[in-house]
């Protein structure tokens, strides 16, 4: 805690004292101001509180009074929580959870509904259904390398999966998976007008989910960069039109797409060009101590537009469905080029200009920066220094490099400003360091609790960022918070990088669920999203209006070949009907809409041990099927609340038994 | 967004501005303080973010520099989302999401470990999993009436269950349930040392599960009041002690139990005398209508330590194993007793003193003041108007209240500071009134947005509340924050109560997940919660050292008649082993020990495509089985950023083909 200590300024802050007494006459404190301590003045308020003076601008620099709204927000990873957080800046407020991965009730999100579960479903692993992801990189969708404010997408590392979140809604609309690889890390990251989502594996096995004995992994087992074709228009990604390259059984890490002058180009790094696979209970050494035994790895330098062009030619086999360009054909047709990078890096980022890309080497102290001019020269003139074991082509490190900053002990991440600063994440020495891109020198270091990983910049992987501010993702938190268990919450420190010279440190933020591995933080206003579904009976996942879509008066029960269905409505403060008798044993399909055309007119549906809840937004239409296997009665109700009668929004399932 | 206006106090705010840039000047925000604007001073920034200058006082009361802890920690229900949160105030940061009814794989609870599997299948229905819950109400564990720190119990509305929560490492260690009742809302809430935690029914339906057609609602629904015996020395609720008493078929609402004067009583609201039960498509009233007809409906009065002399004395009826008293018996034996109150009530608390019981009565204008020692006289001198259908004795409505408090339309739920103020939520007219316990009048009306529900305040439903801060939960948030699509947070609102007169708005905090029916906020200096299990190879659940824990040197792999079991440590950066080498169709067993004993450093164990995650906390043993149904090279690696080498920490699963 920071102890006040007076000094020669206090008479300053005691003439605040009149000030903030007169601003909290008012009392109420509607639309919004806010009211100040009754008991004493700002002074003895700081004093209380322990507050030092430039706490003081901390304050005012996060302080977001009611009703205002944030500037930016922050797109965060729910890590192994499976879901998306959406963060306002500065007030660092999270504003919401979206499920993703992981069934979430009070979304409705795949616990019933039918339209949500598909979407879920989409992700299935060898036909079964995984119910949490490790959610790693956000990408927000991209026009022009502009972030667009319609899309994100986000990849599950444990899973290899992929889902598009619409913005309109902040839904999950598609889930896809690949059972070509078996885990990803660099999912997700978008070309520059989101042509392609990016998903490359971390952890090498056969491609197409078969066995080989661990002894042929570098015979048998690949990695492989996905490229997810997107549709903007349907707002989905076509497998169809997707395809991949086959890549060498090295651990592949993070990617980031090429703008402006490398546009057309992808970047992947890896961190295990040892080929380790560990053993150590079979007498081989640990995957941490095998992968780390090389000074350099590689530098995945993709040419993709030349490989969709191969896709297009038919130069390509498939496996599992996936279209993939195999190691061989890659590496013949200038479409794959190494270029060792030094030790087990981390990120690999492109400068907002397109023409460097900037590598963090984890065990090592420098960014290293790339120049993209000098490695589309080296690779068109074929100017190689060798080739890995794979025959691809290898290009030389000290042709291929602008620079290198001497950073500190474990470089990891690095974001921009718009001003020629370049901001990294160092982990070993726990701090961020700025740093000039033009001469490669850290102009200031500051200190992080604890062990950062990345860093979210406003705009930060835009062709034009805000700077402003700057978010530590910080993997420990230990003392910052009140203890809470064994499990701690992550620390997102929000960070002032407005200024030309030092950073100043403004806000500690615990993330309560789920361990944040990236984020983008975009313009707030760029979100354009919806108040409620129209028209009535919509389906959140098709965005037209569903076929089973009930209006008022349209409320029936009819017995059919396939079950018992039910067409209802949810209005304030009643299901129609609220009395539904069916037989023990028979199939029963509720529709039901919410006739609600009001913002934040949302209701629930719960029905008692059978397992579901719906959250039914106003105009979204919902479906449930399931068989009604416990004779009985079952109360349902309205889960989320409503009105002054919203716990009498309620109605019986009564199940009869079988005679 | 407030505008700022400049007026002739500026002159003095002109003031800070040295005082600011020189606080700034250090740079580096290590442990305690944080930087201002570079480029201006205070007042500029005021301006620049439109903060007006109450708004001031709000940012310094509340705004919670780097590393230090927040006074109290605020325990919200996270309704149908069906987990814990845990909010530091006065920062409004949430600090942890507890999972509880629904499954929550950053937590590792019931995604494949098998300990906490098995806490949640204590809540199957009917012999099924149930993998969401609407949980209402949190009740912290109190000893002599004031909260101590140890538990927290929440109620499950949707399935009626209950579970309990350690506070030492914040895990759910126990849910239970009775198929005696479908549903329950009056849950959690303890007596004065926990001897019982109450969950009382909200919809009623016959008793035990059973079917009985909706016309013979009169006669065969009941509702039911279910008094947990909690063991504290043991940390679980034991069913085999517990005991219920059967109610009329009235929709129950909330409960509390008496305190001080009032120990061995409980007191619960009903909204549904009218016995309606819906049928709008069968030509009767929907519930919200029929259950709106009367002015009245029935507070039941409850001498808990007389029914438990009762069972005690074997007159109850076991139904679903659960020991019953039935409405006869309880009327008969001065158990039960019945006081009209106004109109369709939902929260009834009980004063700090013990001495009134407070109802709002939804519907209707006032805060209702019973007396305690009114209601027992009469009680006691069975001094009765009159009998209710089902032969409950009923006292006389004003010769049970000491007085009516006129509150404005729609009061939901009271809380109480220790100066002799109750804080009475208003629904319909969205405010909080503080109003004189002593002369039952209002001293002062706080606007609230929007649509408040309930109230917590600190340390509010103990013997002895610190007043200070008010939490207003407000169900709608509509326009206060960024927009989000159709599904919106709920707003806390950060009330200061600390003086002898109005109340004033602090901050607006948005709930991301889930929507919070109460919360209770207790001193955070009374949870002592641990920062690693010891010793090494703790079940959380047991907190015994597990049977299968593994030291260091101690890994093997065993086959047996069961299956493969694989004795595993987890440590930073490496599983061992780390290949694992089975054949399709093998049960495997993993016995997962993390042998660290460092603060924070947990590890993840996620298993690709087989829908298994874990959390291992320091110290902390897990189990995991599954079987081997799918050939092939399954990676598995640690899901918990915990070290530089933390990618690297992973291992294979090999399952060979069956030949």
Same mark, same amino acid.
């Given at each position: 805690?920071?102890?006040?200590?007076?000094?020669?300024?206090?008479?300053?802050?005691?003439?605040?004292?009149?000030?903030?007494?007169?601003?909290?006459?008012?009392?109420?404190?509607?639309?919004?101001?806010?009211?100040?301590?009754?008991?004493?003045?700002?002074?003895?308020?700081?004093?209380?509180?322990?507050?030092?003076?430039?706490?003081?601008?901390?304050?005012?620099?996060?302080?977001?009074?009611?009703?205002?709204?944030?500037?930016?927000?922050?797109?965060?990873?729910?890590?192994?929580?499976?879901?998306?957080?959406?963060?306002?800046?500065?007030?660092?407020?999270?504003?919401?959870?979206?499920?993703?991965?992981?069934?979430?009730?009070? %979304?409705?999100?795949?616990? &019933? /509904?039918? @339209?949500?579960? =598909? +979407?879920?479903?989409? $992700?299935?692993?060898?036909?079964?259904?995984?119910?949490?992801?490790?959610?790693?990189?956000?990408?927000?969708?991209?026009?022009?390398?502009?972030?667009?404010? %319609?899309?994100?997408?986000? &990849? /599950?590392? @444990?899973?290899? =999966? +992929?889902?598009?979140? $619409?913005?309109?809604?902040?839904?999950?609309?598609?889930?896809?998976?690949?059972?070509?690889?078996?885990?990803?890390?660099?999912?997700?990251?978008?070309?520059?007008?989101?042509?392609?989502?990016?998903?490359?594996?971390?952890?090498?096995?056969?491609?197409? $989910?078969?066995?080989?004995?661990?002894?042929?992994?570098?015979?048998?087992?690949?990695?492989?960069?996905?490229?997810?074709?997107?549709?903007?228009?349907?707002?989905?990604?076509?497998?169809?039109?997707?395809?991949?390259?086959?890549?060498?059984?090295?651990?592949?890490?993070?990617?980031?797409?090429?703008?402006?002058?490398?546009?057309?180009?992808?970047?992947?790094?890896?961190?295990?060009?040892?080929?380790?696979?560990?053993?150590?209970?079979?007498?081989?050494?640990?995957?941490?101590?095998?992968?780390?035994?090389?000074?350099?790895?590689?530098?995945?330098?993709?040419?993709?537009?030349?490989?969709?062009?191969?896709?297009?030619?038919?130069?390509?086999?498939?496996?599992?469905?996936?279209?993939?360009?195999?190691?061989?054909?890659?590496?013949?047709?200038?479409?794959?080029?190494?270029?060792?990078?030094?030790?087990?890096?981390?990120?690999?980022?492109?400068?907002?200009?397109?023409?460097?890309?900037?590598?963090?080497?984890?065990?090592?102290?420098?960014?290293?920066?790339?120049?993209?001019?000098?490695?589309?020269?080296?690779?068109?003139?074929?100017?190689?220094?060798?080739?890995?074991?794979?025959?691809?082509?290898?290009?030389?490190?000290?042709?291929?490099?602008?620079?290198?900053?001497?950073?500190?002990?474990?470089?990891?991440?690095?974001?921009?400003?718009?001003?020629?600063?370049?901001?990294?994440?160092?982990?070993?020495?726990?701090?961020?360091?700025?740093?000039?891109?033009?001469?490669?020198?850290?102009?200031?270091?500051?200190?992080?609790?604890?062990?950062?990983?990345?860093?979210?910049?406003?705009?930060?992987?835009?062709?034009?960022?805000?700077?402003?501010?700057?978010?530590?993702?910080?993997?420990?938190?230990?003392?910052?918070?009140?203890?809470?268990?064994?499990?701690?919450?992550?620390?997102?420190?929000?960070?002032?990088?407005?200024?030309?010279?030092?950073?100043?440190?403004?806000?500690?933020?615990?993330?309560?669920?789920?361990?944040?591995?990236?984020?983008?933080?975009?313009?707030?206003?760029?979100?354009?999203?919806?108040?409620?579904?129209?028209?009535?009976?919509?389906?959140?996942?098709?965005?037209?209006?569903?076929?089973?879509?009930?209006?008022?008066?349209?409320?029936?029960?009819?017995?059919?070949?396939?079950?018992?269905?039910?067409?209802?409505?949810?209005?304030?403060?009643?299901?129609?009907?609220?009395?539904?008798?069916?037989?023990?044993?028979?199939?029963?399909?509720?529709?039901?809409?919410?006739?609600?055309?009001?913002?934040?007119?949302?209701?629930?549906?719960?029905?008692?041990?059978?397992?579901?809840?719906?959250?039914?937004?106003?105009?979204?239409?919902?479906?449930?099927?399931?068989?009604?296997?416990?004779?009985?009665?079952?109360?349902?109700?309205?889960?989320?609340?409503?009105?002054?009668?919203?716990?009498?929004?309620?109605?019986?399932?009564?199940?009869?038994?079988?005679?």
């Amino acid at each position: 805690m920071t102890v006040f200590r007076p000094r020669a300024t206090l008479a300053s802050l005691a003439l605040w004292a009149p000030l903030a007494l007169a601003a909290c006459g008012g009392g109420t404190a509607g639309g919004g101001g806010a009211g100040a301590t009754p008991s004493g003045d700002i002074l003895s308020l700081m004093q209380a509180r322990g507050l030092s003076e430039a706490d003081v601008s901390a304050a005012l620099m996060t302080y977001t009074p009611t009703g205002k709204h944030d500037e930016y927000l922050t797109f965060a990873s729910g890590g192994h929580g499976g879901q998306l957080l959406v963060i306002g800046v500065p007030s660092m407020r999270i504003i919401k959870y979206v499920g993703v991965f992981t069934p979430e009730p009070w %979304q409705g999100y795949a616990t &019933g /509904d039918v @339209a949500t579960e =598909r +979407v879920l479903d989409g $992700g299935n692993r060898f036909g079964k259904r995984v119910e949490w992801g490790d959610m790693h990189h956000p990408a927000l969708s991209e026009t022009g390398g502009d972030y667009d404010g %319609q899309f994100i997408f986000v &990849g /599950d590392k @444990a899973n290899a =999966r +992929v889902a598009v979140v $619409g913005l309109s809604d902040f839904m999950t609309r598609q889930i896809v998976t690949s059972e070509l690889i078996q885990s990803d890390h660099g999912a997700a990251f978008v070309t520059p007008n989101t042509d392609y989502v990016i998903e490359t594996s971390q952890y090498p096995a056969p491609l197409g $989910g078969g066995y080989a004995p661990i002894e042929e992994f570098n015979e048998k087992y690949r990695g492989a960069a996905i490229f997810w074709k997107f549709d903007r228009q349907r707002g989905r990604i076509d497998p169809t039109a997707s395809w991949a390259i086959e890549l060498p059984p090295y651990m592949q890490d993070l990617a980031d797409a090429g703008k402006l002058v490398s546009d057309g180009w992808a970047f992947m790094n890896s961190v295990n060009s040892e080929r380790s696979y560990g053993g150590n209970l079979e007498g081989r050494p640990s995957l941490e101590s095998g992968a780390s035994q090389g000074d350099m790895d590689y530098l995945h330098c993709i040419n993709w537009r030349k490989a969709e062009e191969l896709v297009k030619a038919g130069r390509t086999t498939t496996i599992v469905g996936m279209k993939v360009i195999s190691l061989e054909v890659a590496a013949a047709e200038g479409v794959l080029f190494f270029v060792p990078e030094p030790k087990s890096p981390h990120g690999v980022d492109i400068t907002p200009d397109g023409k460097d890309i900037v590598v963090g080497g984890k065990l090592d102290t420098h960014a290293t920066v790339f120049s993209f001019e000098k490695i589309a020269a080296l690779a068109s003139a074929k100017k190689f220094v060798g080739k890995d074991p794979y025959g691809v082509p290898i290009l030389d490190f000290k042709e291929s490099i602008r620079g290198q900053c001497e950073i500190g002990l474990g470089p990891l991440h690095t974001q921009f400003d718009g001003n020629g600063f370049a901001y990294t994440s160092v982990f070993i020495e726990s701090v961020v360091a700025k740093w000039s891109l033009k001469d490669l020198k850290v102009v200031h270091k500051l200190p992080m609790h604890y062990n950062i990983g990345h860093l979210c910049a406003a705009e930060g992987d835009t062709v034009s960022p805000d700077g402003k501010y700057l978010i530590g993702m910080n993997k420990w938190a230990m003392d910052r918070f009140s203890p809470v268990g064994p499990l701690l919450p992550q620390n997102f420190q929000l960070i002032d990088i407005s200024g030309a010279g030092d950073m100043n440190l403004l806000y500690d933020m615990p993330i309560p669920l789920g361990e944040p591995h990236y984020a983008q933080m975009i313009k707030a206003d760029k979100i354009k999203a919806i108040e409620y579904y129209t028209p009535v009976g919509t389906n959140p996942i098709t965005h037209e209006k569903d076929p089973n879509a009930t209006l008022a008066k349209q409320e029936r029960i009819e017995r059919r070949a396939d079950g018992v269905h039910v067409w209802m409505t949810a209005v304030r403060s009643h299901f129609t009907p609220d009395t539904i008798r069916v037989k023990e044993g028979e199939t029963v399909h509720l529709h039901i809409t919410s006739v609600e055309q009001a913002f934040d007119a949302t209701h629930g549906f719960a029905l008692g041990s059978y397992d579901i809840n719906l959250s039914i937004e106003p105009g979204r239409h919902c479906d449930v099927t399931f068989v009604a296997d416990r004779a009985g009665v079952f109360p349902y109700y309205c889960t989320e609340f409503c009105s002054a009668l919203h716990l009498e929004m309620a109605g019986y399932l009564l199940v009869e038994p079988k005679s």
